[in-house]
Protein backbone atom coordinates (compact mmCIF):
# COMPACT_ATOMS: atom_id res chain seq x y z
CA UNK A 1 0.00 0.00 0.00
CA UNK A 2 1.29 3.29 -0.72
CA UNK A 3 -1.08 6.00 0.09
CA UNK A 4 -4.29 6.52 2.18
CA UNK A 5 -6.23 6.10 -0.40
CA UNK A 6 -5.63 2.88 -0.31
CA UNK A 7 -5.91 2.22 3.18
CA UNK A 8 -9.44 3.97 3.15
CA UNK A 9 -10.44 1.37 0.24
CA UNK A 10 -9.09 -1.50 2.33
CA UNK A 11 -10.89 -0.47 5.69
CA UNK A 12 -14.11 0.37 3.81
CA UNK A 13 -13.66 -3.06 2.08
CA UNK A 14 -12.95 -5.36 5.14
CA UNK A 15 -15.82 -3.79 7.54
CA UNK A 16 -18.58 -4.72 4.73
CA UNK A 17 -17.44 -8.70 5.10
CA UNK A 18 -16.91 -8.07 9.04
CA UNK A 19 -13.24 -7.96 8.79
CA UNK A 20 -11.71 -5.91 12.19
CA UNK A 21 -8.76 -3.94 11.03
CA UNK A 22 -6.88 -3.53 14.77
CA UNK A 23 -3.87 -2.22 12.77
CA UNK A 24 -3.51 -0.49 9.07
CA UNK A 25 -0.78 1.55 7.93
CA UNK A 26 1.52 2.03 4.92
CA UNK A 27 2.63 -1.26 3.48
CA UNK A 28 1.13 -3.14 6.84
CA UNK A 29 -2.06 -4.85 7.90
CA UNK A 30 -3.30 -6.22 11.39
CA UNK A 31 -6.82 -7.56 10.90
CA UNK A 32 -9.00 -9.91 12.98
CA UNK A 33 -12.10 -11.74 11.72
CA UNK A 34 -14.29 -14.88 12.99
CA UNK A 35 -12.16 -17.92 11.39
CA UNK A 36 -15.47 -19.56 10.71
CA UNK A 37 -17.30 -17.31 8.41
CA UNK A 38 -13.97 -15.91 6.66
CA UNK A 39 -10.88 -17.37 5.70
CA UNK A 40 -7.56 -16.68 5.05
CA UNK A 41 -7.86 -17.47 1.11
CA UNK A 42 -11.12 -14.93 1.38
CA UNK A 43 -8.89 -12.01 2.98
CA UNK A 44 -6.43 -13.01 0.37
CA UNK A 45 -8.92 -12.89 -2.78
CA UNK A 46 -9.80 -8.93 -1.28
CA UNK A 47 -6.12 -8.11 -1.45
CA UNK A 48 -5.73 -9.36 -4.92
CA UNK A 49 -8.75 -8.04 -6.10
CA UNK A 50 -7.07 -4.86 -5.41
CA UNK A 51 -3.95 -5.25 -6.71
CA UNK A 52 -2.06 -5.88 -3.35
CA UNK A 53 0.19 -8.73 -2.83
CA UNK A 54 0.10 -10.25 0.39
CA UNK A 55 4.60 -11.15 0.88
CA UNK A 56 5.60 -13.46 3.72
CA UNK A 57 9.66 -13.53 2.47
CA UNK A 58 11.40 -11.69 4.73
CA UNK A 59 13.85 -10.46 2.34
CA UNK A 60 10.71 -9.26 -0.13
CA UNK A 61 9.49 -7.59 2.79
CA UNK A 62 12.42 -5.51 3.49
CA UNK A 63 12.75 -4.48 -0.56
CA UNK A 64 9.39 -3.77 -0.28
CA UNK A 65 9.88 -1.06 3.22
CA UNK A 66 13.19 -0.24 1.29
CA UNK A 67 11.20 1.02 -1.97
CA UNK A 68 8.29 2.42 0.89
CA UNK A 69 11.36 4.47 2.59
CA UNK A 70 12.39 6.13 -1.01
CA UNK A 71 9.08 7.13 -1.79
CA UNK A 72 8.63 8.81 1.34
CA UNK A 73 11.96 10.04 1.06
CA UNK A 74 11.64 11.39 -2.17
CA UNK A 75 7.53 12.02 -2.64
CA UNK A 76 6.60 12.34 0.99
CA UNK A 77 8.82 14.94 3.02
CA UNK A 78 10.33 17.94 2.48
CA UNK A 79 13.63 16.52 0.51
CA UNK A 80 16.85 17.23 2.44
CA UNK A 81 19.53 17.64 -0.13
CA UNK A 82 21.85 17.52 2.47
CA UNK A 83 21.47 14.20 3.27
CA UNK A 84 22.38 11.32 0.63
CA UNK A 85 19.86 8.69 0.23
CA UNK A 86 22.60 6.05 0.72
CA UNK A 87 22.72 7.79 4.43
CA UNK A 88 18.85 7.75 4.65
CA UNK A 89 18.73 4.22 4.08
CA UNK A 90 21.52 3.13 6.20
CA UNK A 91 20.39 5.31 9.35
CA UNK A 92 16.32 3.95 8.73
CA UNK A 93 17.34 0.08 8.71
CA UNK A 94 20.22 -0.48 10.20
CA UNK A 95 21.96 -2.04 7.67
CA UNK A 96 25.09 -1.53 5.59
CA UNK A 97 24.37 0.54 2.48
CA UNK A 98 25.70 -2.58 -0.03
CA UNK A 99 23.97 -5.02 1.50
CA UNK A 100 20.74 -2.87 0.86
CA UNK A 101 21.50 -2.25 -2.48
CA UNK A 102 22.22 -5.74 -3.68
CA UNK A 103 19.42 -7.20 -1.56
CA UNK A 104 16.97 -4.87 -3.89
CA UNK A 105 18.71 -5.51 -7.04
CA UNK A 106 18.39 -9.26 -6.37
CA UNK A 107 14.49 -9.19 -5.61
CA UNK A 108 13.76 -6.53 -8.45
CA UNK A 109 14.25 -5.62 -11.83
CA UNK A 110 16.76 -2.81 -11.43
CA UNK A 111 19.16 -1.23 -9.41
CA UNK A 112 18.16 0.72 -5.90
CA UNK A 113 19.89 3.95 -7.74
CA UNK A 114 17.60 3.63 -10.59
CA UNK A 115 14.87 3.38 -8.26
CA UNK A 116 16.14 6.37 -6.76
CA UNK A 117 16.55 8.18 -9.69
CA UNK A 118 13.11 7.74 -11.43
CA UNK A 119 11.18 8.87 -8.36
CA UNK A 120 13.16 12.23 -7.92
CA UNK A 121 12.80 12.66 -11.67
CA UNK A 122 8.67 12.24 -11.04
CA UNK A 123 9.07 14.58 -8.43
CA UNK A 124 11.30 16.86 -10.47
CA UNK A 125 7.79 16.44 -13.14
CA UNK A 126 5.51 17.02 -10.50
CA UNK A 127 7.51 20.25 -9.15
CA UNK A 128 7.92 21.54 -12.78
CA UNK A 129 3.93 21.33 -13.57
CA UNK A 130 3.02 23.14 -10.39
CA UNK A 131 5.30 25.89 -11.83
CA UNK A 132 5.67 27.55 -8.31
CA UNK A 133 9.74 27.03 -8.50
CA UNK A 134 12.64 27.66 -10.80
CA UNK A 135 14.50 24.75 -12.37
CA UNK A 136 17.38 25.65 -9.84
CA UNK A 137 15.37 25.91 -7.12
CA UNK A 138 14.32 22.61 -7.71
CA UNK A 139 18.01 20.72 -8.40
CA UNK A 140 18.76 22.22 -5.04
CA UNK A 141 15.77 20.95 -3.42
CA UNK A 142 15.85 17.80 -4.83
CA UNK A 143 19.54 16.97 -4.38
CA UNK A 144 21.20 17.85 -7.98
CA UNK A 145 24.53 19.37 -8.18
CA UNK A 146 23.08 21.60 -10.64
CA UNK A 147 20.94 22.35 -13.23
CA UNK A 148 22.45 20.67 -16.21
CA UNK A 149 23.01 17.39 -14.24
CA UNK A 150 19.53 17.62 -13.43
CA UNK A 151 18.92 18.69 -16.96
CA UNK A 152 20.82 15.54 -18.19
CA UNK A 153 19.50 13.63 -16.19
CA UNK A 154 15.58 13.93 -16.35
CA UNK A 155 16.32 13.16 -20.60
CA UNK A 156 18.09 10.43 -19.93
CA UNK A 157 15.40 8.74 -18.00
CA UNK A 158 12.42 10.59 -19.85
CA UNK A 159 13.53 10.82 -23.55
CA UNK A 160 12.82 14.74 -23.69
CA UNK A 161 14.51 17.96 -21.88
CA UNK A 162 13.26 19.80 -18.86
CA UNK A 163 12.39 22.69 -21.14
CA UNK A 164 10.52 20.45 -23.82
CA UNK A 165 8.72 18.86 -20.75
CA UNK A 166 7.43 22.45 -19.01
CA UNK A 167 6.24 23.48 -22.41
CA UNK A 168 4.19 20.20 -23.09
CA UNK A 169 4.21 17.51 -20.60
CA UNK A 170 2.43 14.36 -21.03
CA UNK A 171 -1.37 13.69 -20.28
CA UNK A 172 -0.62 11.31 -17.73
CA UNK A 173 2.23 10.58 -15.37
CA UNK A 174 2.99 6.86 -13.83
CA UNK A 175 1.98 6.25 -10.20
CA UNK A 176 4.40 5.44 -7.48
CA UNK A 177 3.69 1.85 -7.42
CA UNK A 178 4.21 1.89 -11.19
CA UNK A 179 7.63 3.10 -11.30
CA UNK A 180 10.64 0.69 -11.42
CA UNK A 181 12.55 0.30 -14.09
CA UNK A 182 14.44 3.02 -16.71
CA UNK A 183 15.19 0.18 -18.87
Not at 35 to 49: H, M, P, S
Not at 90 to 100: D, L
Not at 104 to 121: A, D, V
Amino acid sequence: MTSSCCIHLLRKEFSVDGIEIIDIKLGTIVLTANQEKITWKKIEAILEGYGFEIITDKEKMLVEQIKQAVIDLVHNSTYNAMVRNSDYLVERFGMSYPYISSLFSKHENTTLEKFTILHKIEKVKELIEYGELTLSEIAYMMGYSSVQYLSTQFKSVTGISVTEYKVAPPVSRSGLDKIISAD
